[in-house]
T-cell receptor, first 113, second 114 residues
Framework: DGGITQSPKYLFRKEGQNVTLSCEQN?????MYWYRQDPGQGLRLIYY???????QKGDIAEGYSVSREKKESFPLTVTSAQKNPTAFYLC????????????FGPGTRLTVL | AQSVTQLDSQVPVFEEAPVELRCNYS??????LFWYVQYPNQGLQLLLK??????LVKGINGFEAEFNKSQTSFHLRKPSVHISDTAEYFC????????????FGTGTRLLVSP
């Protein structure tokens, strides 16, 4: 079955540590996205990538970094510069065609202790 | 800038009752609208989408939405809800600014009780 996988589902880290969240898709989609979800705030775009080896900052990119070395993979690193990293992180992808929606992964809940 | 407003943060309803979740958008260009559902600790699943054509859009799980251009609304409706419909619902508008970006509302939590 085609889809998006995110790992791990739950992640705990100490303050000041960098952590990397995995996102893999086998939908052959060109574009991939990272969102952050906080209670009562909906989803906010962190980074997006339209093609391999290219990515752009979204609305709340500070304290985050990404890479896109393969079409299938778009890992997100939450760095120690992110002041409030505890949140639910969602990865999404789309083929980019005008009629196609974004497909979402199951999410990773990051808790910084 | 395009934006989405979901005025109701929470909607309680009894099982088998009808429900309407409200969504208003602001946009000066062509509008592509979506409703997603999120069950606890899961990702988002598409319920339905409006791209063009008929203003009444039918989706999965018995949901439908009506696009109203004059009122800039895209309200989600279901004539009879089930306990299993308890979830958070997000309205989103797609912005095409060189790439496809979704702008989400803050979500509405639907609580269905017996």
């Amino acid at each position: 079955d085609g889809g998006i996988t995110q790992s791990p589902k739950y992640l705990f880290r100490k303050e000041g540590q960098n952590v990397t969240l995995s996102c893999e898709q086998n939908l052959n989609h060109d574009a991939m996205y990272w969102y952050r979800q906080d209670p009562g705030q909906g989803l906010r775009l962190i980074y997006y990538s339209q093609i391999v080896n290219d990515f752009q900052k979204g609305d709340i990119a500070e304290g985050y970094s990404v890479s896109r070395e393969k079409k299938e993979s778009f890992p997100l690193t939450v760095t120690s510069a992110q002041k409030n990293p505890t949140a639910f992180y969602l990865c999404a992808s789309t083929s980019g065609r005008i009629n196609n929606e974004q497909f979402f992964g199951p999410g990773t809940r990051l808790t910084v202790l | 800038a395009q934006s989405v407003t979901q005025l109701d943060s929470q909607v309680p309803v009894f099982e088998e009752a009808p429900v309407e979740l409200r969504c208003n958008y602001s946009s000066s260009v062509s509008v592509y609208l979506f409703w997603y559902v999120q069950y606890p600790n899961q990702g988002l699943q598409l319920l339905l989408k409006y791209l063009s054509g008929s203003t009444l859009v039918k989706g999965i799980n018995g949901f439908e939405a009506e696009f109203n251009k004059s009122q800039t609304s895209f309200h989600l409706r279901k004539p009879s809800v089930h306990i299993s419909d308890t979830a958070e619902y997000f309205c989103a508008v797609r912005v095409d600014t060189g790439f496809q970006k979704l702008v989400f509302g803050t979500g509405t939590r639907l609580l269905v009780s017996p």
